[in-house]
């Protein structure tokens, strides 16, 4: 009887797919190598690259300076993550070295007090303007590490359960805006307030619509009118619900029957 030939043995494929693994996972190794001292120039560069390539920080804007720093909105907090950053992993020596404590803490601190150095200075200007337009005492101004704040009273600007501006409040909110106009590519929040006295109106049936569209009434005044850029601000109504006065008595209502202009610093834009 003939006998049948032994079948080839099935060539070892496998060490093909084995040996490119071990490739990609050397390469991989010693990338980690090479950024565990990344100094902090290269990751500032890096940062700005990764910044234009996905519009990570507002509209897109970045650029390096002669000395490769990063320029424009959010420059502060990447300066401070690069500081982060290059104390974590080797030392210069080739050793490990541990993160300061609390290093990131320190980070979001130093930026919390620019933040409001700047909108202290940002409110200056604008109580000097307002004064000059003699209307200072028709606006209350208050600075935060955020934003600066302008508070409107709403008996100055609408009439009782009413969202249209009034007659004089055009004026003022014009002159309010030409004191704030050169933080036009800032993010501005306009917020409307009520007192806690209920409204139930074919067009209002509760107070967060009327300071929804009381917000908006100035909103739409600053966009169509003073030529405010409406893709860096936006409206909204908080109702009865953010109160900075007791609505026991009339003065204490009058004052959280309100609009507030937030204009925030470029550190939080």
């Known amino acids: 009887m003939k006998r049948k030939a032994a079948p080839e ?22 990338l980690l190598f090479a950024m ?5 120039q290269k990751f500032q560069e890096l940062s700005a690259s990764l910044s234009a ?10 650029a390096l300076s002669d000395e490769g720093i990063l320029v424009g909105s959010g420059a502060s907090q990447l300066s401070a993550i690069g500081d982060y950053y290059n104390s974590v992993g080797l030392s210069a020596d080739g050793s490990f070295s541990q993160p300061e404590e609390q290093t990131g803490q320190d980070a979001f601190e130093e930026v919390e007090r620019e933040g409001l150095a700047e909108s202290e200075q940002m409110a200056e200007a604008i109580e000097n303007a307002l004064e000059e337009a003699n209307v200072s005492d028709q606006v209350e101004i208050t600075a935060t590490s955020k934003y600066v704040e302008l508070n409107l009273g709403s008996g100055i600007l609408f009439d009782s359960g009413r969202a249209e501006l009034k007659a004089e409040a055009v004026e003022l909110i014009d002159k309010v805006a030409d004191a704030i106009y ?5 993010l501005i929040i306009i917020e409307g307030h009520t007192d806690n006295v209920p409204i139930n109106t074919s067009e209002f049936p509760d107070n967060m619509m009327l300071s929804q569209k009381r917000a908006y009434s100035v909103f739409k005044h ?29 003065e204490g209502r009058a004052q959280n029957r309100r609009v507030e202009i937030k204009i925030y610093n470029t550190f939080n834009s």
Do not use: H
């Open 9 to 30: 043995k099935p060539a070892q494929l496998w060490l093909n797919t084995f040996a490119d693994l071990m490739n990609l996972l050397l390469c991989f190794f010693v």
């Open 36 to 40: 565990s001292n990344m100094d902090q």
């Open 53 to 62: 390539a996905f519009s990570v920080l507002p509209s897109g804007g970045s």
């Open 182 to 186: 050169e933080y036009n590519d800032n």
């Open 222 to 250: 600053l966009v169509d009118n003073k030529g405010f850029d409406a893709t860096t601000m936006m409206s909204s109504g908080r109702g009865e619900y953010v109160p900075i006065a007791s609505n026991s008595t009339a």
